[in-house]
């Protein structure tokens, strides 16, 4: 765990937020669709279950979704654990994706759904969550990783 600490860390503190969030919505909101105006017509802490993936693509195709987001999380975790010291780019992508991969797949192992509740509606967004933006810094992240100029130092005569 040491050799990938930043990812260990982005990934604990990301889970914990995304279940956090997802628990205090569920907690204070009575029914599926409440929502609450922070500026109204513009963003709104919706409730929303999705049973599908990003944007509710795949409805209802929680079956495989759930075991996808194990697939991933493991993997994510074998390379962290057995691989080589990562870049930081690469430790904060990974971690946030893990981050994003478990606090979605662990709402759909226990109930089947995966609880949204940011809702952009000034662009007409669909409703998302941490989980989700954790996942696309995670790909920012590895697009900078990817496309940076690595420096290679010269030795010296």
């Known amino acids: 765990m040491r050799k990938n600490r930043i990812f260990w860390f982005v990934a604990f503190v990301g889970l914990i937020s995304d279940q ?9 909101f009575e029914a599926v669709g409440d929502t609450f105006p922070l500026w109204s017509d513009v963003f709104h802490l919706t409730y929303v279950i999705n049973t599908g993936a ?10 495989w979704l759930r075991w996808l ?12 654990w057995f691989g080589s010291k990562m870049k930081l780019t690469e430790q904060l992508g990974y971690g946030f994706i893990l981050a994003g991969a478990l606090g979605n797949g662990i709402d759909r192992f226990l109930f089947g759904y995966v609880v949204d509740f940011l809702d952009f509606r000034l662009i007409q967004f669909p409703v998302f969550n941490l989980a989700d933006i954790f996942i696309n810094l995670g790909i920012i992240c590895l697009l900078i990783a990817t496309f940076s100029p690595t420096v290679v130092k010269k030795k010296r005569r």
């Open 20 to 28: 956090l969030t997802k628990y205090l919505i569920v907690k204070n």
């Open 54 to 63: 990003a944007f509710s693509f795949f409805r209802d195709g929680v079956n």
């Open 69 to 80: 987001s194990l697939a991933v999380s493991l993997g994510l975790m074998a390379l962290a």
